[in-house]
């Protein structure tokens, strides 16, 4: 078993000095992995270091029971994904503008998905995959969310890369499909 296993049984366990152990072991890849969900995406005051830190009292504010390391990090990029769209909405919410200043048109550089109703669209296509392909579903957490490769998506979905590939293509097309107004 690797350490960070190792640590989450403890934790399992209830052991708190594994929860000391297992931060610093985790938050440089967890950062990383917030960063490449937020790259681009213009989220105002949500960045990397935030999304972690709201990611891990959302992770171990109820009774953690993590199997492995791959179950701790799909809990990770699932609850990042929830805080994503939660930020989204609570931007989006925010009626004639709130406290936004006029910009003139030609002052605004063009960002892809960076509508809170792109984000919300997106969370409600991604549970109609879940619901009609939970593996589809879990290629794009992965890829999208938690920044892994195809060859770190197939080991832990326990498939080949070629069907981490097809399912990435399938899944961006019915995510499309489901969407096609978004702006992403």
Request: charge should be neutral; glycine fraction near 8%; aromatic fraction near 6%.
């Given at each position: 078993?690797?350490?960070?296993?190792?640590?989450?049984?403890?934790?399992?366990?209830?052991d708190q000095k594994a929860f000391d152990e297992l931060v610093p072991l985790v938050y440089q890849e967890l950062r990383s992995r917030?960063?490449?969900?937020?790259?681009?995406?213009?989220?105002?005051?949500?960045?990397?270091?935030?999304?972690?830190?709201?990611?891990?009292?959302?992770?171990?504010?109820?009774?953690?029971?993590?199997?492995n390391s791959r179950h701790f990090y799909n809990a990770a990029a699932e609850v990042m994904r929830q805080i994503l769209v939660s930020?989204?909405?609570?931007?989006?919410?925010?009626?004639?503008?709130?406290?936004?200043?006029?910009?003139?048109?030609?002052?605004?550089?063009?960002?892809?998905?960076?509508?809170?109703?792109?984000?919300?669209?997106?969370?409600?296509?991604?549970?109609?995959?879940?619901?009609?392909?939970?593996?589809?579903?879990?290629?794009?957490?992965?890829?999208?969310?938690?920044?892994?490769?195809?060859?770190?998506?197939?080991?832990?979905?326990?498939?080949?890369?070629?069907?981490?590939?097809?399912?990435?293509?399938?899944?961006?097309?019915?995510?499309?499909?489901?969407?096609?107004?978004?702006?992403?």
């Amino acid at each position: 078993m690797g350490e960070l296993t190792v640590l989450l049984d403890r934790l399992n366990r209830g052991d708190q000095k594994a929860f000391d152990e297992l931060v610093p072991l985790v938050y440089q890849e967890l950062r990383s992995r917030a960063a490449f969900c937020l790259s681009g995406k213009g989220n105002g005051t949500l960045d990397a270091t935030a999304l972690v830190h709201e990611a891990f009292l959302k992770l171990v504010g109820h009774d953690p029971s993590w199997d492995n390391s791959r179950h701790f990090y799909n809990a990770a990029a699932e609850v990042m994904r929830q805080i994503l769209v939660s930020h989204a909405r609570a931007r989006g919410a925010l009626k004639r503008g709130g406290s936004l200043a006029r910009v003139e048109l030609n002052d605004v550089p063009a960002q892809v998905g960076d509508d809170p109703a792109d984000r919300e669209a997106l969370d409600a296509a991604l549970q109609e995959l879940r619901k009609a392909d939970e593996r589809r579903y879990r290629v794009v957490m992965l890829r999208y969310f938690a920044g892994l490769t195809d060859a770190e998506v197939a080991r832990s979905l326990g498939v080949s890369e070629k069907t981490v590939r097809r399912d990435w293509v399938t899944a961006k097309l019915f995510l499309r499909e489901k969407m096609p107004d978004a702006g992403g």
